[in-house]
């Protein structure tokens, strides 16, 4: 298998998209191509490249069943307002009861990295597609190859990536990749491998996407089950969709209501919010979680803090933890209810560091009535911890 990727392209994105489309044709050239969405921005660009250049494409979604709602709405429906021509692939059935009970994270991933390998080689050959193009992006590659995206080639064979990422271990965090996902395919072209989330956000606005897509926070591929501190089961799921909701849907209101727009550019560059969900799990404080430590993954318990909020002590305080995971600022303490409920909202310029988001109390106290309005909701705490010394999901 051969991996196509654009490297160095110009910024600016009324050049950038026609380099796109010159790199795209190049390496398609008039064979079926395979795009598959995943809701967020960086795979809807690669999409929305091949239809400026006339492609012939099948845009395929998977719905595993653990995508996130946005105001009550399910995303495989929110994909096909924005694309209507979009395949949907319904897995639910088969996915959800392999992974109900799996508790370790890693598994997890493996459980997601199999689901979508395996769906979408079956797609790819019942349908005679021979090219895959995906939306892999700059931090994704630089941090999964351990070295900078311009001391790649633009066509690399699979052979030739292992023996580099062999050389550049330390690179490794995560198994989170979804480059490393292997298709039953010929070739993959990636066009906005060089790009950041910045980056991407630059060419949906001159393409004129609707700004609900352009503003859409990142999300991983193990979907919610990285934000279900143990096993999922149908009751924990329900329930973290509810939350999940409320606190994106709080936090980026608040934001419209700040700035206009759900995501701003802050003084340091960062993406403020660049992240923001509600993680559950019972009893959170005797679980561990993921932390990161001189680049390498960790996994301990919480700590929690209570008393007088102040931002910037507690989160000075947070980024010098030793031997804890996390530090969580306690909203709300009870023995009544099942979940306790994280509110996690990080700033980062390309999520190898994240910093904390500095919210308003009153809106932390608004988002903890509207949780405390779902009778499963037990203790509520704010994540207060920076990457490093945690990560920012909780597996
Ligand atoms: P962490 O938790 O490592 O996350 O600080 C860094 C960024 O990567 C996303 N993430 C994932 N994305 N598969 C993915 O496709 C994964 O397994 C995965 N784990 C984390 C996370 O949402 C954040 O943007």
């Not at 690179?171 to 066009?191: C, M, R, V, W």
């Given at each position: 298998?051969?991996?196509?990727?654009?490297?160095?392209?110009?910024?600016?994105?009324?050049?950038?998209?026609?380099?796109?489309?010159?790199?795209?044709?190049?390496?398609?050239?008039?064979?079926?191509?395979?795009?598959?969405?995943?809701?967020?921005?960086?795979?809807?660009?690669?999409?929305?490249?091949?239809?400026?250049?006339?492609?012939?494409?099948?845009?395929?979604?998977?719905?595993?069943?653990?995508?996130?709602?946005?105001?009550?709405?399910?995303?495989?429906?929110?994909i096909k307002q924005i694309f209507p021509e979009i395949v949907i692939i319904d897995i639910r059935e088969e996915f959800l009861p392999k992974i109900y009970g799996e508790e370790d994270a890693e598994s997890k991933r493996k459980l997601f990295k199999n689901a979508y390998s395996s769906t979408i080689s079956k797609f790819i050959r019942d349908n005679n597609c021979e090219v895959l193009v995906d939306g892999t992006i700059l931090p994704d590659i630089e941090e999964s190859f351990g070295i900078k995206i311009s001391d790649l080639?633009?066509?690399?064979?699979?052979?030739?990536?292992?023996?580099?990422?062999?050389?550049?271990?330390?690179?490794?965090?995560?198994?989170?990749?979804?480059?490393?996902?292997?298709?039953?395919?010929?070739?993959?072209?990636?066009?906005?491998a060089s790009l950041t989330k910045e980056e991407i956000r630059n060419i949906l606005k001159y393409l004129k996407v609707p700004q609900e897509l352009i503003y859409r926070k990142a999300f991983p591929g193990p979907a919610l089950s990285a934000r279900i501190i143990g096993a999922v089961t149908p009751e924990n799921l329900s329930f973290e969709k509810k939350v999940h909701d409320i606190v994106e849907n709080c936090?980026?209101?608040?934001?419209?209501?700040?700035?206009?727009?759900?995501?701003?550019?802050?003084e340091q560059g960062e993406q403020e919010p660049f992240q923001v969900f509600a993680a559950i799990g019972e009893d959170v404080l005797l679980k561990k979680v993921t932390g990161m430590v001189q680049g390498k993954r960790t996994y301990e318990i919480p700590l929690s803090i209570k008393g007088e909020w102040d931002f910037n002590k507690l989160t000075t305080f947070a980024s010098h933890l030793i031997g804890y995971a996390r530090?969580?600022?306690?909203?709300?303490?009870?023995?009544?209810?099942?979940?306790?409920?994280?509110?996690?909202?990080?700033?980062?310029?390309?999520?190898?560091?994240?910093?904390?988001?500095?919210?308003?109390?009153?809106?932390l106290e608004e988002i903890k009535f509207k949780l405390l309005e779902l009778s499963d909701t037990k203790n509520i705490y704010f994540d207060i911890t920076p990457k490093p010394p945690a990560t920012i999901e909780y597996v």
């Open positions: 298998m051969l991996n196509h990727r654009l490297i160095n392209p110009p910024k600016e994105p009324k050049e950038f998209v026609k380099i796109a489309i010159e790199f795209l044709k190049k390496h398609s050239g008039d064979k079926k191509v395979f795009c598959a969405l995943s809701g967020g921005i960086d795979s809807s660009t690669a999409y929305l490249l091949l239809k400026e250049a006339n492609i012939d494409t099948i845009p395929v979604f998977i719905d595993h069943g653990l995508m996130r709602t946005i105001n009550g709405i399910e995303e495989r429906e929110i080639k633009e066509t690399m064979s699979l052979d030739e990536e292992l023996a580099l990422k062999e050389k550049n271990k330390q690179g490794f965090i995560k198994s989170q990749h979804n480059l490393e996902i292997e298709y039953d395919i010929k070739a993959t072209i990636q066009p906005v936090i980026n209101t608040h934001y419209e209501e700040q700035y206009g727009v759900a995501m701003i550019i802050n530090l969580f600022y306690e909203l709300h303490e009870s023995n009544k209810g099942i979940y306790d409920v994280i509110i996690r909202c990080v700033n980062s310029i390309d999520a190898r560091k994240a910093s904390v988001t500095n919210l308003p109390i009153h809106l």
